[in-house]
């Protein structure tokens, strides 16, 4: 079976662990992942957040590309209105050699209002800054000078791969879905339902067919020998990611896989966090027509150990049965 992970290093002062402790961890699970065969590490960004969620995603990657060999990456979503764009291209230029060509990115418009009120953005800008950003990076990814701000600029060294990082757009509304099939080399979207509008867009343009959604579900799964013991611990870490995404993303009515919960009783009841034994995993996955996992083991400021001991189970028992 293919897995995959996910990083937003979220800490909250109730988790009780240094960040720098956290941040070495992620690096020793990413190591982990690559040589069990992880297919890809996504890493997300916001900024100023109380939980300490990661603000500067490629350094992070680049620590992690330093630590594997073959795990791909996707910084997703890169908040491109926050970034120089000639600046940017230069550090992903890098980050592309220092992986030897295993990043992708996922470029947002944002929605955080106190991000922008940080950066001194207006968020009525985040259209016009997207549009630089993925058009200054894909005239830099082509390793000739290119017109920018009505000036010829050149970023070197040339990527290592030829045309540079696949640049996706990341969105949840029908505008970001068809702006991604204009602009873009992808769309991810943030629910699912917006994916058809990227394909009609797609194919308006004459092009062919991307196919049905790439995400369904938005499901976190962790792992634990006792699924009621395993749930009472992780509990309080998977409630505070649910309420702080849909606290931020209530702020901009945004559509979103996350809204915000009373409590764990109802965060388990609407079903979008798990803890289940390895057996109960292993026959989800045999019975999908797919089998694919997508762990996020450090969710909410999850214990290390936590973590680790839900990845362990990973390994020991669902691998082996699904292979």
Known sequence: MLFA???????????????????????????WAD???????AISEHHGSPDGYLP???????AMAARTKNVRF???ALIAPFYDPLRLAEDI???DHLSRGRIDLIVGNGYVRDEFAMYGVPMKERVARVTEVVATLKGAFTGLPFEFRDRTVQVTPAPYRAGGPAVMLGGSSEKAARRAARIADGFMPSVPEVWDYYRDEVMQLGRPDPGPSP???????????DAESG???????????????????????????YHSVADGAALRAAGDYAVLTPEEYVAE??????????????CGGMPIDLAWESLRLFEREVLPACA
């Open 74 to 76: 996707a910084i997703a």
């Open 5 to 31: 992970l996910r990083f937003d290093l979220r800490n909250p002062e109730f988790a009780g662990t240094d960040m720098a402790d956290r941040y070495a961890a992620a690096l020793d699970m990413v190591e």
């Open 231 to 257: 749930w009472a611990q992780m509990e309080p870490f998977f409630l505070h990611e649910n309420n702080a995404y849909g606290a931020w993303q209530a702020q901009d009515d945004v559509a979103s896989p």
């Open 93 to 95: 230029v890098v980050l």
């Open 285 to 298: 996955q045999q019975a999908a027509p797919f089998p694919f996992a997508f762990l996020h083991p450090l």
């Open 35 to 41: 040589e069990l065969g992880c297919v890809s590490i």
């Open 215 to 225: 995400i369904g579900q938005n499901r976190t799964v962790a792992l634990a020998v």
């Open 56 to 62: 500067s995603p490629i350094p992070m990657v680049a």
